[in-house]
T-cell receptor, first 117, second 115 residues
Framework: ETGVTQTPRHLVMGMTNKKSLKCEQH?????MYWYKQSAKKPLELMFV???????ENNSVPSRFSPECPNSSHLFLHLHTLQPEDSALYLC????????????????FGPGTRLLVL | AQKITQTQPGMFVQEKEAVTLDCTYD???????LFWYKQPSSGEMIFLIY??????QNATEGRYSLNFQKARKSANLVISASQLGDSAMYFC????????????FGTGTSLTVIP
């Protein structure tokens, strides 16, 4: 039990559907992340929220839309996805100290396996 | 250039033996942290061990130890007394103090423990 939960665990959607992935962390952390993991590729950081403010957006297509209503919840809204978006989507959280200490690790959720048909 | 390089796509080890998973990194930042994660087939990434760039001693956590060679920019993970439950993907990651929240991950090594 890592303290980070994700729902749903599996999702199959058509290219015209709209769906949302949910992440919740129970660790009291102040930063949350979305990653995409495709086969044979390193994890790709998609979005970072620090203190509910988006601080990173690594050139992610607009068909992915993040939302962070509070420091415990993070959503990834999906619309008009492409088959190449099929992947494991991982959420993570960490506790960021003032001054940007590099020692804090991230704790991951179990991921959502997404298949786009 | 790749920030993290893991050159072993797959490794096999006999149960109860030790195994070393390789990781090299590239950074010009004097302050950074190195992490290893385990990812079983269930998908979640489990944090294993951390090494700071200024740490004088190699990190250890139970059966996991990190062979940190700063001059060579390598941070190999050593798993002692392998168990069947160690079969998983293993990822090396780095975080630099100058790039804030950015974690850089390698492509991973698939470890199979043979009974």
């Amino acid at each position: 039990e890592t303290g980070v939960t994700q729902t749903p665990r599996h999702l199959v959607m058509g290219m015209t559907n709209k769906k949302s992935l949910k992440c919740e962390q129970h660790l009291g952390h102040n930063a949350m992340y979305w990653y995409k993991q495709s086969a044979k590729k390193p994890l790709e950081l998609m979005f970072v929220y620090n203190f509910k403010e988006q601080t990173e957006n690594n050139s992610v297509p607009s068909r992915f839309s993040p939302e962070c209503p509070n420091s415990s919840h993070l959503f990834l809204h999906l619309h008009t996805l492409q088959p190449e978006d099929s992947a494991l989507y991982l959420c993570a959280s960490s506790q960021e100290l003032a001054g940007g200490s590099h020692v804090e690790t991230q704790y991951f959720g179990p991921g959502t396996r997404l298949l786009v048909l | 250039a790749q920030k993290i390089t893991q050159t072993q796509p797959g490794m096999f080890v006999q149960e109860k033996e030790a195994v070393t998973l390789d990781c090299t990194y590239d950074t010009s930042d004097p302050s950074y942290g190195l992490f290893w994660y385990k990812q079983p087939s269930s998908g979640e990434m489990i944090f294993l061990i951390y090494q700071g760039s200024y740490d004088q001693q190699n990190a250890t956590e139970g059966r996991y130890s990190l062979n940190f060679q700063k001059a060579r920019k390598s941070a190999n993970l050593v798993i002692s007394a392998s168990q069947l439950g160690d079969s998983a993907m293993y990822f090396c990651a780095m975080r630099e103090s100058t790039t804030g929240n950015q974690f850089y991950f390698g492509t991973g090594t698939s470890l199979t423990v043979i009974p």
